[in-house]
């Protein structure tokens, strides 16, 4: 018995919800379809192809930045801290251990998310995932180069 008419849709056109997200889990070089990370961040031209290499460059280049921010101010709160009387000392390094935190916190989520470009499995974003250590490095790296981009 054939039920292919007759399973309550047969004659209806379904809406087409326009071009998918091409979900890669093997390493390729083609864009076609590909998201990053989010459905609004699909690729669809050259351009926004470009537009978005330049993106994920920027976006990897500001976790160095985040990086130095961070090693400057526990420079500066360590040299701050030694200048304090004793009885100040403990409310000072309360509120400096709150910043760490954040500054952590911020370094961990950004870590992640670099991960995530880089699990696109686009030949193209993981080069310029590196490309944007590089310049972050070369801009705000004032540290061993030995330390790793590692998710955590």
């Not at 390493?27 to 290499?53: A, E, K």
Request: proline content about 3%; charged content about 15%.
């Amino acid at each position: 018995m054939d039920h292919h008419d007759h399973m309550g849709h047969g004659g209806m056109d379904m809406p087409s919800s326009g071009p998918k997200c091409n979900m890669n889990m093997l390493f390729t070089w083609d864009t076609t379809n590909l998201c990053i990370i989010f459905p609004q961040w699909h690729i669809h031209s050259t351009f926004s192809l470009l537009m978005s290499l330049v993106g994920v460059i920027v976006l990897t280049a500001g976790y160095e930045f985040v990086r130095e921010m961070s090693r400057r101010y526990e420079a500066s709160s360590a040299d701050y801290a030694n200048k304090l009387p004793r009885k100040n000392a403990g409310e000072a390094e309360k509120r400096q251990k709150l910043v760490k935190g954040l500054f952590y916190a911020v370094q961990v989520f950004y870590s992640f998310f670099i991960m995530l470009l880089f699990m696109t499995y686009n030949g193209w974003v993981m080069l310029s995932v590196a490309v944007g250590a590089f310049v972050g490095y070369l801009a705000f790296g004032n540290s061993s180069s030995t330390k790793s981009v590692a998710c955590h």
